[in-house]
């Protein structure tokens, strides 16, 4: 994961476009006037940096947590994201436990049952035109009741998230009470596929809602999702299999005496 993180901010300064617009207008006021020769070329004071470096850099850090404190609809949207995401790194411990104890599952099969979650994923992708055109119909039926045209709202990035927390709850039980051997193993691997998509349904929904709500600060918003879910992805996998381990003793402890274990 850091090769792969490493790579990807290379990948980022060296191929992708500055994009933020006052940082752009700078930038074109300097040439143009590097140009012509002319200082008559400047942009309006509100689009120049009025604080250091390090001082954005410090709002920057700041900035996210304010959101998550003081706004009740990003911090909600951030827990639920980050539940998931903490369930999901939980499934990376539950597989091995699961497919080698009732399955007999060798290492490298267990790891092509993860092929499930990537297919849930993947078709929850493949859905993303028919959530762009229902987006654009909820636009067009605003324009209709007496809207703005062209005028949007952020919770029309919604029925995404609505779906998705429909099918997670559905993924998890069905892997969860599919996972004994008198099952297919199929079976809770297409659990964890429709939790898949429940989860891609989620985060994506939440992401381009969080950038519609908060469009000046879409990048505070998406940098406290980010510190909400990598938070708990981090601290759920700590009582997962470990679980395993410490309970069962426990559990055997109180039901037959300290002498029968």
Same mark, same amino acid.
């Given at each position: 994961? =850091?090769?792969?993180?490493? %790579?990807?901010? +290379? !990948? @980022?300064?060296?191929f992708?476009?500055?994009? $933020?617009?006052?940082?752009?207008?700078?930038?074109?006021?300097?040439?143009?006037?590097?140009?012509?020769?002319?200082?008559?070329?400047?942009?309006?004071?509100?689009?120049?940096?009025?604080?250091?470096?390090?001082?954005?850099?410090?709002?920057?850090?700041?900035?996210p947590?304010?959101?998550?404190?003081?706004?009740?609809?990003?911090?909600?949207?951030?827990?639920?994201?980050?539940?998931?995401l903490?369930?999901?790194?939980?499934?990376?411990?539950?597989f091995?436990?699961?497919?080698?104890?009732?399955?007999?599952?060798n290492?490298?099969?267990?790891?092509?049952?993860?092929?499930? =979650?990537?297919?849930?994923? %993947?078709?929850? +992708? !493949? @859905?993303?035109?028919?959530?762009?055109?229902? $987006?654009?119909?909820l636009?067009?039926?605003?324009?209709?009741?007496?809207?703005?045209?062209?005028?949007?709202e952020?919770?029309?990035?919604?029925?995404?998230?609505?779906?998705?927390?429909?099918?997670?709850p559905?993924?998890?039980?069905?892997?969860?009470?599919t996972?004994?051997?008198?099952?297919?193993?199929?079976?809770?691997?297409?659990?964890?596929?429709?939790?898949?998509?429940?989860?891609?349904?989620?985060?994506?929904?939440?992401?381009t809602?969080?950038?519609?709500?908060?469009?000046v600060?879409?990048?505070?918003?998406?940098?406290?999702?980010?510190?909400a879910?990598?938070?708990?992805?981090?601290?759920?996998?700590?009582?997962?299999?470990?679980?395993?381990?410490?309970?069962?003793?426990?559990?055997?402890?109180?039901?037959?005496?300290?002498?029968?274990?």
């Amino acid at each position: 994961m =850091l090769i792969w993180t490493s %790579i990807s901010l +290379i !990948a @980022t300064i060296v191929f992708v476009p500055e994009t $933020y617009r006052p940082v752009l207008l700078l930038r074109k006021a300097k040439r143009l006037g590097d140009q012509n020769n002319e200082p008559r070329y400047h942009v309006a004071n509100n689009f120049k940096p009025k604080d250091s470096v390090l001082r954005t850099v410090m709002w920057s850090l700041i900035r996210p947590l304010q959101m998550l404190v003081f706004e009740p609809m990003c911090l909600l949207l951030c827990l639920h994201s980050a539940v998931l995401l903490g369930i999901l790194y939980l499934f990376f411990g539950a597989f091995p436990l699961v497919f080698t104890t009732n399955h007999d599952f060798n290492l490298w099969q267990v790891g092509l049952t993860f092929l499930g =979650l990537a297919t849930g994923i %993947i078709c929850g +992708i !493949a @859905t993303t035109p028919f959530w762009q055109v229902n $987006y654009k119909r909820l636009i067009k039926q605003r324009e209709e009741n007496g809207g703005e045209i062209g005028g949007s709202e952020p919770e029309y990035r919604l029925p995404q998230v609505m779906v998705g927390s429909v099918l997670v709850p559905v993924g998890l039980f069905w892997f969860a009470f599919t996972t004994y051997k008198k099952f297919h193993y199929m079976l809770p691997i297409i659990g964890s596929g429709i939790f898949g998509m429940g989860v891609f349904f989620s985060f994506s929904g939440t992401w381009t809602f969080l950038v519609d709500a908060y469009p000046v600060y879409a990048a505070s918003a998406l940098a406290a999702n980010s510190f909400a879910r990598s938070t708990f992805g981090a601290i759920f996998p700590l009582f997962g299999v470990q679980s395993k381990h410490f309970l069962l003793p426990s559990l055997l402890l109180s039901v037959n005496g300290p002498y029968s274990v």
